[in-house]
């Protein structure tokens, strides 16, 4: 990781120290970024909602979204390592669902910004 030093002076010096203590570390700032690139496609955010609705299988999502079974796999597989998905095999089928309350509730508060 590259240390980058500012090239200026605070003009609040006490505001600057104030935050400071508060500023997480930049691994988890740098997995915060991720984890918002994985939310910034749009493909990803139509199954994440279609699975905040009901647990579905893959054949499933991929009727619902006009996709190839293929190309829903790849972006599920995207989610599960993100944790923002689980599967669970039920039969022949495996079928997704969101990870956790975490995951809709992110959703929700997401939608509600943008409609403001």
């Known amino acids: 990781m590259e240390d980058k030093r500012s090239d200026c002076e ?3 010096i006490d505001i600057v120290n104030k935050v400071k203590p508060n500023m997480p570390e930049m691994r988890v700032l740098y997995e915060l970024s991720d984890f918002f690139k994985v939310m910034g496609d749009s493909t ?3 199954l994440l909602w279609a699975l905040e609705e009901s ?3 893959v054949g499933d999502l991929a009727v619902l979204l006009n996709m190839t079974k293929s190309a829903v796999s790849h972006q ?3 989610l ?3 944790k923002l998905v689980r599967s669970e095999k039920k039969g022949k089928n495996v079928y997704y669902a969101l990870d956790d309350h975490h995951v809709k509730s992110i959703l929700e508060k997401a939608l509600e910004h943008i409609g403001e």
Do not use: F, G
């Open 10 to 12: 605070a003009i609040n």
């Open 44 to 46: 990803r955010i139509q």
């Open 55 to 57: 647990e579905m299988c």
């Open 76 to 78: 599920l597989k995207v």
């Open 80 to 82: 599960r390592v993100a």
